[in-house]
């Protein structure tokens, strides 16, 4: 397991940026694929964006497009997860995550995938309003 630490969540306007960054503490995020999910009361934990391990190419979920981008320094143990254009519906609690490149992936985009996903931060709120 990867002890994962978020931060960079808060208040902001419709419309408005905020960047998070997931760090790993403790150990290396250089062979683990990392991915951003979050959660509103009485809903699933969605998956929004996510990066393998080698970099490349990432996933994002049909709300996060055009909008977010993800990226890794791997110098820096950290994830981020630029977030631009925000909206109300973006208010959620965004937890990072981490595991072997095919776990992370497949929980990224699947329910069921999602719960075999090892390693979890404690979340970071944000929330959209004017």
């Known amino acids: 397991q990867v002890y994962l630490v978020e931060s960079g969540g808060g208040l902001v306007q419709p419309g408005g940026s905020l960047r998070l960054s997931c760090v790993a503490a403790?150990?290396?995020?250089?062979?683990?694929?990392v991915g951003w999910f979050r959660q509103v009361p009485g809903e699933e934990r969605e998956g929004v964006s996510c990066?393998?391990?080698?970099?490349?190419?990432?996933h994002y979920a049909d709300p996060a497009k055009g909008r977010f981008t993800i990226s890794r320094d791997n110098a820096k143990n950290t994830v981020y997860l630029e977030m631009k254009d925000l909206k109300p519906e973006d208010t959620a609690v965004y937890y990072c995550?981490?595991?072997?490149?095919?776990?992370?992936?497949?929980?990224?985009?699947?329910?069921?995938?999602?719960?075999?996903?090892?390693?979890w931060g404690r979340g970071t709120q944000v929330t959209v309003s004017s």
């Open positions: 990066i393998r391990s080698s970099g490349g190419a990432a």
């Open positions: 995550a981490a595991d072997e490149d095919y776990v992370l992936m497949y929980g990224c985009t699947t329910l069921a995938g999602r719960s075999r996903i090892s390693s």
């Open positions: 403790k150990s290396s995020l250089d062979y683990y694929a």
